[in-house]
Structure formats: C-alpha cells, structure tokens
C-alpha cells in the first residue's frame, strides 16, 4: 500500500500542531512587535516634536524679522534727521527762533517732501512748538493729547530732565542727543525720531536746546511691503479683542510694560508636513513606516537646507555692504588675515590698498546723499572692473575703499596699479545731470615674508601712508615706510598745538605788499598766516596749513584771517587786501554767508576784499561754485584765480567764472630768465587776461629784470621779495607812511642795462 503521507506537509503538521509554536511565535513577534510599536511611536513622537520645534524656529524667526524691519524704520528715520541736524546745511537754535521760512526750507521740507515724514516738530526748551510742518495724509489725530505728552516726554528725556526713558520703544542704541520711540496713532504704527539741535555743552546749554522731531506713519502700504519683502501672510496690525485662532502674533510693548501695538500674521507652519506624512504610516505598518523614515528624512535634509540657505544668505548680509554689494570690512578683515596666514607659510606676497575718495563728502553736502550713494555705485564698477581673480575690493564704510592683491611686493607695480586706480577714479561721473570730478588718495601696505604681521598692523600700516598721500596734496598714492610712524606722530602733535593755538588766538597775519606796475605805488596786500610755535619755533604755512587741511582746521582757521584782515586794513584806505580760501572753505554752504557777516561785523567796504581761489578748488560740482562766486560778485567782492596756469582746465574756469584777476604762479616768473617758453606763456596769460578785462598779477617777483620783463608785457600788479617780504601791521604801516621805500624802476632799469 502506498504511503500517501507527504513527508514536508507532515512535518508542517506537526509544526502547526506543536504545542509551543504559538508560544514561541508570540515570543518572537511580540517583542519584535514591540520593538516595532515602540519605534514607530518613537518615530512619530521624534516627529511630532521635530515638526513643533520647526514651527517654534518658523515663528520664532518671524518675530524676530518682524521686530527688526519695524527696527528698520526707526533707523532710517534717526539716519535721516541725524545727517540733516548735523549737516553744515542744516538750521541752528538762532535760525529756529528768527527764521521759520528757513526752517520749512531746511528740515520741513526735506524730511517732509522729500523724506516721506508724516510729522516734523521742532520743540522749544519749554516743550512748545516752534515749528510744525505735515506731511504726506498726517491724520487728525497725529497731534492728539495723548501722542503729544509722549513727544514732550521724548524731549525731556534726551534734555535729561527724566532719568527714565520716554514711554515708547527705543529702537536704536542709545545716542547723545537722539532716541526713537514708537507710537501708536489712533490704531496705526508710528516712528518717531527725534534729536537735539546745536553742538552739545554743559547741562544748562543742552537743556534749552530745541529738539527736531520727525514722525512717520507706518501707512497700510507699508505693511503690505514688509508682508510681501518678509513673507508673513495677511500682516495686519490687531487690537487685544480681536480673534487669533490661526495666526501668529508680536506685541511691542514700552519700558514699562504696556503695549503700543499688536501685530498679527498666518504663520508659516514646517512642520505640517511631518504630521500629514504620519497618517498613512500608522495604517500601512512596516512599509508606511520605512515611508514615513523616508518622509522624515527627506524633510530633515530639506530643513537643513532652508536653515544652511538662510545662515548662508544671513552670513552673506553681514559680510557685505548694502549700498554697493561689495564686501565690508568684517569679511575684508578676514580675508586678510587668510591671506597673511599664506604669505607667512611662503605663498606670493601680496599688498593693501586703502583709497579714500577726496571731496565726497563736498558731493553729499552740495547734491544730496541720494548722489552721493550713485556715485559709491560708480565707483565701486570701475574699482571692480579693474581687480584680477585673486584679488578683493571691499568698501570699508562712508567714501573708503580697500583692496588686496597679490601683485606681488615691488613698489614699481604697486605704484602702477595704485596710478590706474587713481586714474580709473577721477575720470568724470555723470550722474543726474551733473558732472562730478573727483579724486583718490591711496596708502599702501605691502604683506611679504618679512612684514607678515597682523591685519590690524598692514592696515595701521596703509592708513599711514594714505595719511601722507593726503598731506601731500590728495589724489595721489604712497607706500608705507617706517620713517610714517615718527611723522604721524609729529603731525598729530603739532594738529593738536594748533588746535589749541587757533582757540586761544596765538596766531597771526603777515601782509606781502603788492605793487603797480613801475613799484612805486603799494595798490594792495595778501593777507597770510604765521605760527611761532612757543617750543618749535617758527612753523612754515606750507606744513600747517597741509595740516589745517587734513584736520578740518581750516575752517576756523580761514575765518580768523579773514576777519584779522578785514579789521587791519581799515587802517590802509584805499588799498585792497587779498585773503586766499582754501578748497575746504570755498565749497562749505555757509561760506558766503561767513564773508558776509564778517564784512558786516568789521565794516569794510566789499570792493576792498579780493578772495583768491585756485583752480583745485572748483573740482567737484561747477554748477555750486559758479553759484557761490555770482553771490559773492553781488556782494561787491572781488575774486582772484590763483596760480593760473598750474591747472588742467583753466580757460574753461575762465570762461565761465567771473573772475577780476588772474595771478601768473611765480613758477612762470622765475622760469623768465631761463626759459623761452615761460617768456611766451607769460605773454599769453598777459594777453588772454587783458582780452577778457581781467587785471594781471605776477606772483614772486625777486628780480629787476623780471621786473622789467613783466612790465613791459602789460602786467598791472606785481609782488614778490624784491618789493617786499610778508610784514606785520605795524611795519606795513610803517612803509605805506614813507613812499620813499618804495623801489625805482628806473633807477634799477638803468643798473641792469649798465651790467
């Protein structure tokens, strides 16, 4: 008989039939159901939490973002009031009391019109308005009682007299003069920006100083934009009755607690996308639970990516400039030390450039920051436009540049990289119909095996030598040396000295007499600066005034001679005294108005006063200096062009400046004897002044034949050693009384024909 017994399902059977098997297939499965439950819940608890976490971050961010672009407006708003109080073109306490119509064009119209302000108070020392100008759709209620007391509070405060803050939000640091608060108008945002007006002094001083404030709706248009430019859905500003189920919301609030206004928002919600993904896991077990790993995973490597994107994006922002885009001084520190780092473990040497642009400040002062900030745009193309690959351009802040290259350490090539650099930057600007010219002065700093130091070494290193390339007369580059320390020292000691000695009065004006035609008659005096240091002696005008220049010294300098002068020549009727300004002075917006006020307060007549201006000083925006000199013309005021024929564009200056004399620059006048040429452009110069109706100056005249030479080409003034060294007052009036010190043309003519 056949077995029919299958051995295999015989022993499934039995398998099936074993007492244990359940048992043991609980045993196994359990725990590694278990294990499995367990890991699920796990994963889905590791994934709740992780998709609370992100929403926490994603809110988290958004208050922060939120915080910071409201932080944005307070800031734009100081900015603006700051650089407008502090400008040269600003208003003082004087002008507030006596002037409103100067007020409106000064700050009212500019932070209102053209600043987009919705308020701009000027408050008295006992808190009253001075000044009140709206703004674009102000409200009724901007002045409210409420909004007001909170102003005079703003006030008190910056004057000191509340040691606590203000009740508001200061959204900037803390600054001497200056806060920020916010407000809340009616159920909308504002920004409040306020600042004391005038040099700081003592406690009684800054007290009854009035104080500027400008107010700025944050307008429903605004809200929009910082909805779309950060991505918070539906922004609104709420109250605390209304509903937020579903949204996000940030609460500003004062010093004391109390809020100024809400905010609300749909948040964004990442980790809405784990808790979908854990659904369908639960229900498919081991191959829902692999997806939801992978889901999991997919997210996280998508998370990190946004987080690395934004850190990316974060450290981008802090490591390059906003206006221009190039790199600022935290990421050019950093490549800098990189690059020393290579120079010392023998890589190419390498050097720093650092490039401040002459007269940009003269730009923003004349035509506006707007200007101004096209022009960092331009030069920062054309400083780009020449870098190699290795090499780095980075905008340190304001009108300085720098830039690492490893052109190596010879100073031919870096003199000629510095030399097309200077070039590429002072080709003219076009920019809104204005012509710019401007220059660059370059100090340079060479990284090699031996002067491998630390960043903030090379670059005390080429800020000493962009020092020197300043004080040798702007648009021009030095290289660093050693013998930089000893005269940086130096002239940061004697900038001190005379700091203190233009405060206290110590020093004086000499007169260079300036003769007629045949030297017997003085038709005028230039005006000129002397310093006797107690200790140094006597100190050259050429290494002061470099000085004055650098410094901002100037400025009081340039008014004490002008008014010295004023006052000593009115002792000399009928004689002219000539009072040279410098570039500084001429392009300062009050200049005008200093000369007027001087020749007001000393009472010399104006058609006594000859202002000699070079040509150096009209660089820069033609159109204010054509305007300043049409002023100073209706004064009366005579004007000179200095040095004339040491320029690059003197006919131009000539055609269309209204100039009543031109002085030939001694140069020429010393060359007379020696060169044919300077004979010919003596000439010229003679004839294209006479051609234009403009008297004629020759400048350094030390000899009779030069005498003689010029008199005999048709100059109409003279003055130089051989008429007279500069003198004091006293001997000028001396000689003025005594006409027979003057020298006879005659009688040296015949001398010099005899020999």
């Known amino acids: 008989m056949a077995d029919d017994t299958n051995p295999r399902t015989e022993s499934a059977g039995q398998r099936a039939s074993f007492p244990g098997w359940d048992r043991t297939r609980f045993g196994v499965l359990a725990p590694l159901g278990i294990v499995v439950a ?33 932080g944005t407006f307070g800031d734009w708003s100081f900015s603006r009031l700051k650089n407008l109080v502090e400008s040269p073109a600003s208003v003082s306490a004087e002008d507030i009391e006596q002037s409103p119509s100067l007020v409106q064009q000064r700050l009212g119209s500019w932070l209102g019109a053209l600043a987009d302000h919705n308020l701009v108070l000027v408050l008295n020392s006992q808190n009253e308005i001075a000044f009140s100008q709206r703004g674009i759709d102000p409200g009724d209620a901007i002045l409210s009682k409420g909004v007001f007391a909170r102003l005079q509070s703003l006030a008190d405060s910056l004057r000191g007299r509340e040691p606590a803050r203000p009740a508001g939000i200061r959204l900037t640091r803390e600054r001497p003069g200056g806060g920020v608060i916010l407000l809340n108008i009616d159920g909308q945002l504002a920004v409040a920006a306020a600042m004391l007006v005038g040099n700081p002094g003592g406690k009684a001083e800054t007290m009854a100083r009035p104080i500027v404030i400008a107010l700025r709706l944050i307008s429903p248009r605004m809200l929009v934009e910082i909805s779309s430019r950060l991505q918070l859905q539906d922004l609104r500003m709420v109250t605390s009755r209304d509903k937020l189920d579903d949204y996000n919301s940030y609460e500003f609030v004062d010093d004391h607690g109390r809020s100024v206004a809400r905010f609300a928002w749909l948040p964004q919600k990442p980790g809405a996308e784990i808790i979908e993904s854990l659904f369908p896991f639960i229900g498919i077990a081991l191959s829902g639970f692999a997806l939801l790993a992978g889901l999991v995973l997919r997210y996280m490597r998508h998370t990190a990516a946004t987080i690395e994107a934004g850190e990316n994006r974060l450290r981008y922002l802090a490591l390059h400039d906003a206006l221009c885009g190039l790199p600022n ?56 436009r020449l870098m190699r690959g290795d090499d780095m351009v980075a905008r340190l802040g304001g009108d300085e540049f720098a830039v690492i290259t490893v052109a190596g350490s010879d100073h031919a090539t870096l003199e000629g990289v510095a030399a097309r650099m200077i070039s590429a930057l002072c080709a003219p600007y076009s920019i809104g119909g204005h012509t710019i010219v401007i220059g660059a002065s370059i100090g340079i700093a060479t990284i090699d095996g031996i002067n491998a130091t630390d960043g903030a070494d090379i670059m005390r290193y080429a800020d000493m030598a962009l020092y020197r390339a300043k004080n040798e007369g702007r648009n021009r580059a030095c290289i660093y040396d050693q013998a930089m320390n000893a005269d940086l020292s130096l002239r940061k000691a004697i900038e001190q000295e005379l700091r203190e000695t233009i405060e206290s009065g110590g020093l004086k004006v000499a007169y260079q007499p300036v003769f007629n035609a045949s030297g017997d008659k003085i038709v005028g005096v230039e ?14 005008p050429q290494e002061f005034i470099s000085i004055a220049e650098y410094s901002g010294l100037i400025i009081p300098l340039g008014e004490f001679v002008l008014r010295q002068a004023c006052l000593d020549s009115l002792a000399w009727p009928g004689i002219t005294v000539s009072v040279n300004v410098s570039p500084l002075q ?84 010393l060359a007379i004897e020696k060169a044919a040429d300077a004979a010919a452009i003596v000439h010229a110069i003679v004839s294209l002044g006479r051609g234009l109706g403009m008297k004629v100056t020759a400048e350094g005249v030390e000899t009779a034949e030069q005498h003689l030479f010029l008199r005999a080409a048709g100059v109409h003034c003279m003055q130089g050693y051989r008429f007279g060294r500069p003198m004091d007052r006293a001997d000028l009036s001396a000689r003025l009384a005594v006409p027979g010190t003057y020298r006879s043309i005659e009688g040296d003519a015949k001398a010099a024909l005899a020999s």
């Open 38 to 70: 367990i890991a699920i819940v796990c994963i889905v608890v590791a994934a709740l939490l992780s998709a609370h976490r992100a929403d926490d971050v994603a809110l988290d961010r958004e208050r922060q973002l939120l915080a910071r672009a409201v």
């Open 329 to 384: 001084r935290a990421s050019f520190t950093e490549r800098l030390e990189t690059v020393i780092a290579d120079v010392r473990r023998g890589g190419q040497a390498a050097a720093v450039f650092c490039i401040d642009l002459d007269h940009f400040k003269d730009v923003n002062d004349t035509l506006g920051h707007p200007v101004g900030d096209e022009l960092i745009r331009l030069v920062t193309m054309r400083l780009s």
């Open 527 to 540: 005006a000129l600066s002397r310093w006797t240091h107690p200790v140094r002696g006597v100190i050259s």
């Open 586 to 669: 001429f392009r300062r917006l009050d200049f005008v108005n200093m000369v007027e006020r001087t020749l007001a307060d000393t009472g010399l007549d104006p058609s006594r006063l000859e202002l000699e201006i070079t040509e150096s000083t009209l660089l820069g925006n033609l159109d204010s200096a054509e305007e300043a000199m049409l002023r100073l013309k209706a004064l009366g005021v005579k004007l000179a062009l200095d040095d004339f024929g040491t320029g690059y564009s003197s006919l131009l200056y000539l055609r269309r400046f209204p100039f009543d004399r031109l002085k030939i620059d001694r140069s020429f006048v």
